[in-house]
Structure formats: C-alpha cells, structure tokens
C-alpha cells in the first residue's frame, strides 16, 4: 500500500527560526513529489519535483527530493508568523498526501 | 496558478438528504479530478479518482453508492453525499489537473454539516 509520512506533526518556532519539514514515501512508481502550504481553506501549490538531488527555490523556500532515499524536504529560513500553516506533501499520479506538518511560528 | 472554483463553500443540511457539490476548472480543462475529505486538523484522505467519461476509481473503504461522483465534462465534477448522516459532516475539497500538468489546483472546499 502506497504511504506518505510527514515529520514533525507539529512545529512552534520563533520568527527568524529557520525549519527543515520531512516527506518520506514508499510508494511505487510516481511521477513527482508536490509540497503545498493549507491555510484555512485550499491548499496552494508551493513545488513540484521530478527529479532528484535538484533543489527547487522560491524565496525564503526550498526544497528538494532524494529518490534514492525516498524522500523530500522543505526548508524555510528566516520563518515569519505569515508561514504558520499546514505543509503537505503529495505524490503523482494518484495525489495522495501525506499527515501533514503543522507549523507554528511566533513573533 | 490555474482556478478551480468549488461550488458551495458551506451547506447544512437535515439527515437523510442528498448534497450535490460542484467543482469546475475556470480556465483550464480538467482531464483529472480528485475529492478528499478532510477531518478537522487531519490532512487530506483521498476519497476518489475520476477521469472525464469514465466512472470514477474509489479508495478503500470509499462507498460508492454513498459518495456518487460525476464528470461528465473537462470542466465539471460533482460530489454527491447521499442520504447524509451526520457522520458524513466532514470539510469536502476537490482538487483539477490537466492534461499535460502533475501538480493539481485545489478548490475551496465545502464544510458540510448534517443535522
């Protein structure tokens, strides 16, 4: 059975704290891993990774995908009370997400 | 990003009525759709699959005949709760891909309360 598995659960940091967010996987044949950010309601789209060991960036995120591992994670630096939400982690093609990691931060 | 539009966002209804839920791909052609159900502070469990034409893929311990999924067109699904119980009180969000994209658009959800 496909499985996706994020860690930590739950996360509280300070602003400025810099927090590394974990997505590992057993699953068989995917096309790529997707990390997305749910505040209230939708999820929005943050990356894609297809490939592994090719870090993808896009501001004060990062984020990267280790297949030999099955893994991925993603990096926030300089974290701001704005990036508290949930971060998921998804896999193609039948998008299944995994628990998710519920960020915190404080000022 | 592209937009998916979920159509309603709240909707209380009495136990043993059916709820229809709308979910539309705005401005691309959604070849795939995917409804979730999410328990509060939970993360998303995939409920089904479907593929415009076809009849949708359930997950385990998905009942088909409680869930009845539809999409009849590249910019259309909807998600019927039939004969709602208050179990079925739940956050409802679907998500679109298109044909050539593997990340998927999410809409906004419906909370659906049964009483």
């Known amino acids: ?107 | 990003g592209a937009v998916v539009s979920q159509h309603p966002s709240r909707v209380i209804c009495k136990s043993g009525t059916s709820v229809k839920i709308e979910c539309r791909s705005l401005d691309f052609q959604a070849t795939t759709m995917f409804w979730y159900r999410q328990f509060p502070k939970q993360s998303l469990m995939l409920m089904a699959t479907s593929n415009e034409g076809s009849k949708a893929t359930y997950e385990q311990g998905v009942e088909k005949d409680k869930f009845l999924i539809n999409h009849a067109s590249l910019t259309l699904s909807t998600l019927t709760v039939t004969s709602a119980h208050p179990e079925d009180s739940s956050f409802y969000i679907c998500s679109a891909r298109g044909f050539l994209g593997t990340e998927a658009f999410f809409g906004q959800g419906t909370r659906l309360t049964v009483v």
């Open chain 1, 1 to 107: 059975e496909d499985k996706v598995v994020q860690s930590p659960l739950s996360l509280v940091v300070h602003e400025g704290d810099t927090v590394t967010l974990n997505c590992s996987y057993e699953v068989t044949n995917f096309r790529s891993l997707l990390w997305y950010k749910q505040e209230k309601k939708a999820p929005t789209f943050l990356f894609m990774l297809t490939s592994s060991g090719i870090e993808k960036k896009s501001g004060r995120l990062s984020s990267i995908l280790d297949k030999k591992e099955l893994f991925s994670i993603l990096n926030i630096t300089a974290t701001q009370t704005g990036d508290s939400a949930v971060y998921l982690c998804a896999l193609t093609d039948k998008l299944i997400f995994g628990t998710g990691t519920r960020l915190q931060v404080f000022p």
